[in-house]
């Protein structure tokens, strides 16, 4: 499948403070999903992105696919300790509905 | 709560064996795809299947296979297991459309089952 590049690896942030991690790949896509992920559960849609350029919110999160559909980010706003987990993105292969992943963002946030 | 519900939690076993993973999609929801999350693979897709059809395949070794019953729930079957398909199994589902995030680009998830071969 068509390999999503994730950054950072890992993030060691302060609560309170704004979290910006990106997904790039080399091939184009119609579809950005973000996921997160907690210890021991299923990963959890946060936000679908559909159209390049999009931007989308969800409370204190914020993606964007990016204009030149290879890339998309992902913002989170006044982080809190709840927020801990992996982030992943994902989109379909070009030739079906199966999802690709990014290797994921790693979040602490401490107290 | 994601609505996909995925049994066993756990499950240990020796290689060699065989075992079944279930899981149940959103109600209505017409696809399920299998995943595999291992530490140095990620997560990777298995295999998709559409209202009892196989949709698409993935990485899936031929020790492996799936299906989907006629009511939608699904079983992957894992045989002649090895310590390297010690992983997290994931089920999603997709693919109602009279559902928010209906369409088949958005998949939900299972919480799991975690296998682990000794």
């Known amino acids: 499948g068509q390999q999503l590049n994730q950054s950072p690896q890992s993030m060691f942030i302060q609560e309170g403070e704004d979290v910006s991690m990106n997904c790039t790949s080399s091939s184009i896509f119609n579809t950005w999903l973000w996921y997160k992920q907690e210890p021991g559960e299923g990963p959890v849609l946060l936000i679908a992105?559909?159209?390049?350029?999009e931007l989308t919110s969800n409370g204190r999160l914020t993606a964007q696919f990016g204009i030149t559909r290879k890339d998309s980010f992902l913002n989170i706003s006044a982080s809190i300790p709840s927020d801990v987990g992996i982030y992943f993105c994902?989109?379909?292969?070009?030739?079906?509905?199966?999802?690709?992943f990014g290797k994921g963002t790693s979040l602490l946030v401490t107290p | 709560d994601s609505g996909v519900t995925q049994t066993p939690k756990h499950l240990i076993t020796a290689t060699g064996q065989r075992v079944t993973l279930r899981c149940s999609p959103r109600?209505?929801?017409?696809?399920v795809y299998w995943y595999q999350q291992s530490l140095d693979q990620g997560l990777q897709f298995l295999i998709q299947y559409y209202n009892g059809e196989e949709r698409a395949k993935g990485n899936i070794l031929e020790r492996f296979s799936a299906q989907q019953f006629p009511d939608l729930h699904s079983e992957l079957n894992l045989s002649s297991l090895e310590l390297g398909d010690s992983a997290l199994y994931f089920c999603a589902s997709s693919g109602n459309p009279g559902l928010a995030g209906g369409g088949h680009n958005e998949q939900f998830f299972g919480p799991g089952t975690r296998l682990t071969v000794l």
């Open positions: 994902a989109s379909n292969s070009n030739s079906g509905y199966a999802l690709n």
């Open positions: 109600s209505g929801d017409l696809s």
């Open positions: 992105l559909y159209k390049a350029g």
